[in-house]
C-alpha cells in the first residue's frame, strides 16, 4: 500500500513514480519494473459483486421494457395501417356517392330546389295570414 497519500487533491506520489489520479479505493503497490503500476481494488461502500449483479438485474428490466415498448409500438402501427386503410375505403365510398349524387340531380334537373322554395313560401305565407287572423 502506498503511505504518501493525499486525498484533498486525489493524486499521490509513489517514491519516484509521476502523480497518477485516484479514486477511492484504489491504491499502488511498488513493483519490480519502474514503468509497471499495480493497482488493487479496496471496495469500502459495499460489495461490488452485489453492485454487479443488481446492474444485471437492472439491465435486464431495461431490456425486457425495451421489448415490450417495441411490441406495443408495433401493435399501434398495425392498428394505425388498418384505421389508414378504413378511411380511405370511406373517402372512396363518399366521393362515389357524391358522383351518383350529382348524376341523380342533373337527370332529375333543378326543379326540386325550385318546389322547395315554394313550398316555404307557401308555409310563410300561411303563418303570416295566421297571425293575422288569430291578433283579432
Known sequence: MASNSYRGGSSFYNGDAAPYRSREGLSTRPSAASD???LQID???????????????????LRNIAQEIG???KSQQDFLDQLQMTLIKAQAGVKNNV??????????????????????LI??????????ISRK
Not at 358522383?99 to 316555404?120: D, E, M, T, W, Y
Not at 308555409?123 to 293575422?132: D, P
Request: proline content about 2%; some cysteine; glycine content about 8%.
Open 99 to 120: 358522383r351518383r349524387l350529382n348524376k341523380k340531380i342533373i337527370q332529375n334537373g333543378s326543379n326540386h330546389v325550385v318546389q322547395v322554395v315554394v313550398f316555404a
Open 36 to 38: 509497471e503500476i499495480q
Open 43 to 61: 471496495p469500502m461502500q459495499g460489495d461490488l459483486d452485489d453492485q454487479i449483479v443488481g446492474l444485471h438485474g437492472q439491465v435486464k428490466r
Open 71 to 73: 411490441t406495443e409500438a
Open 123 to 132: 308555409c310563410f305565407f300561411i303563418v303570416y295570414m295566421w297571425s293575422k
